[in-house]
């Protein structure tokens, strides 16, 4: 019964892995699009992590968890006799699948090691594949996703090392210490998992010398092609021995340098020491918190997620995904009701919390920017793109198109101040029956912006400043929670406006002649 209970599940995770939610900019930005620009001919628009002077973001651990697949890819295109680059869309939805199959095999795989008794087994893996997190967050491509298979396998060769007592560990040592700095480089809080885990570690290495000598050895050899990758990558000239000795490019320094500085973590938002126990947690937990607090079993695991969220509630900037790797530790270590009844009243209440947070994040949350893009890229005519109230759009899956498309990504500007930039932008109207004759034209302007921007209603309708609209398309599962309003509004209105009037809409925007010079 479990195992037909875990197959479906295994379904619902590549469901939502094939959906085209975006939970946020970091999914593209501090990844795919960064590799993608190395391998393709995609132009992309790199972010501040890795365009500052110290930057903060290393492509160490990108290279083999986005860049080998795209090679990949690339070699079975070229091989199959295609000509020109893979439509970047294509790149996108491979990734997709394979963060779908490393957490299928990889994260599953470690709570089967994790887990020593069959039937807590058993139920820790249902729960893991049953959250929504596992569905959404660990299906798409952060940092943070990364980092929770980096934790769960850090933990499976730390009790393989000290529980294997017969044979040499001097080889599980190296492997540890090379999946530890690849933790590190991939995100500077990684060792806070592995405090308790790792004081395992220091008696088998007492009586092991010749593996804590390993593991040195790899996390030395480890480092140095990170430090040497990521040197290169910000280095516009060839790299030398004395250069990279002289000059190195230390990513993970920078980035603990940059976030211990308050004034630096206030531009991103400060939150209190207890956002991450009193809000965070709850969010991803759902109703198994209840049981963390009330049901709890003590394990490695669960001490593993302790050390990570004290560790990770001292930086003031807090935010929801950061505790991805905690949540597969947390969901093994926390025991089911005894009592019949309560466990079917739990059980209800943890399907109907992750069947609305699943379909939330992994469906509607800005789930039209991806389409919004790949549409864009198909129109011949679209010079200016102002994308408004909406996520920062990935340029790299225009398909080229960004060669002559400039994306004005405007965000919460006032409302009356994208009408002046758009006012800038819109080209001459030019009268027509037919309904595509726009799209022989040689320049075109596009606002994509969500339904519930009820600002433009009277603009749209009435084309009152001269500006004229024309709907081009329109992508129905979007839900824009940015444009919560509720000190305005009102609770229900808000709720009524942004869940029922849903959509991200693409409109072509153009002006009256006598207006081309305003």
């Known amino acids: 019964m479990w195992r037909r209970a875990y197959l479906i599940l295994v379904i619902v995770r590549l469901y939502f892995a094939l959906s085209p939610s975006y939970l946020h900019p970091d999914e593209n930005f501090q990844g795919p699009e960064v590799i993608a620009g190395q391998i393709f001919s995609y132009p992309v628009r790199l972010t501040w992590e890795f365009t500052s002077d110290n930057p903060v973001r290393s492509v160490f651990p990108l290279w083999p968890v986005y860049g080998l697949p795209m090679l990949l890819l690339r070699w079975l295109w070229i091989g199959n006799g295609n000509d020109g680059e893979i439509p970047p869309v294509a790149v996108f939805w491979t990734l997709r699948v394979l963060m779908f199959a490393l957490s299928f095999v990889l994260e599953d795989w470690a709570l089967h090691e994790l887990v020593s008794s069959p039937r807590h087994r058993r139920v820790a893996i249902l729960l893991v594949a049953s959250s929504y997190v596992t569905w959404t967050y660990q299906t798409h491509t952060f940092s943070n996703s990364i980092e929770t ?24 040592s190296a492997i540890l210490a090379f999946v530890v700095v690849f933790g590190i480089f991939n995100r500077i809080t990684f060792p806070a998992f592995l405090i308790i885990p790792g004081l395992r570690m220091i008696p088998h290495f007492v009586k092991k010398p010749f593996a804590l000598l390993a593991a040195i050895l790899s996390a030395l050899f480890t480092t140095f092609i990170a430090v040497y990758l990521d040197t290169k990558f910000y280095t516009n000239h060839s790299v030398t021995w004395s250069y990279l000795f002289s000059h190195p490019t230390i990513t993970p320094l920078n980035n603990l340098t940059y976030n211990l500085n308050s004034s630096n973590l206030a531009t991103h938002g400060l939150h209190p020491w207890y956002q991450h126990i009193l809000f965070n947690l709850p969010q991803l937990l759902g109703p198994a918190a209840f049981l963390l607090f009330l049901r709890p079993h003590l394990s490695l695991r669960l001490y593993s997620a302790i ?3 004290f560790v990770l509630s001292i930086f003031q900037h807090q935010e929801a995904r950061f505790l991805l790797p905690t949540i597969p530790l947390i969901l093994s270590s926390v025991q089911l009701p005894k009592n019949q009844t309560h466990l079917r009243i739990w059980a209800v209440l943890w399907i109907i919390f992750n069947i609305f947070f699943g379909l ?7 789930g039209g920017i991806v389409p919004t893009q790949v549409f864009l890229s198909k129109q011949p005519d679209a010079t ?24 004005h990504d405007i965000m919460g500007m006032k409302g009356p101040l994208m009408l002046r930039e758009l ?15 726009y799209l022989d034209e040689n320049e075109g302007t596009y606002l994509i912006a969500p339904y519930s921007a009820t600002f433009l209603d009277n603009y749209v ?11 081009v398309w329109r992508y129905s599962r979007h839900l824009n929670l940015d444009d919560l309003d509720i000190g305005d ?3 229900w209105a808000t709720i009524k406006r942004v869940v029922g009037r849903r959509g991200l809409v693409a409109w072509r925007v153009t002006k009256d002649c006598a207006d081309r010079n305003k």
């Open 461 to 471: 309708e009435a084309e009152e400043p001269g500006l004229r609209f024309k709907e």
């Open 423 to 437: 006012s800038a932008l819109a080209t001459c109207h030019n009268p027509s029956t037919n309904n595509t004759a």
């Open 149 to 172: 298979l980096a934790v769960a396998w850090s933990l499976v060769l730390i009790d393989r090392i000290v529980e294997n007592k017969q044979r040499s560990s001097a080889f599980a």
């Open 360 to 366: 939330l994040m992994g469906v509607y949350h800005q």
């Open 489 to 491: 509004d009102g609770f």
């Open 384 to 407: 200016n793109a102002i994308w408004w109230k909406t996520y920062s759009p990935p340029i790299w899956l225009l398909n080229g198109k960004n060669e002559v498309l400039k994306t």
């Open 307 to 309: 050390s990570g969220v």
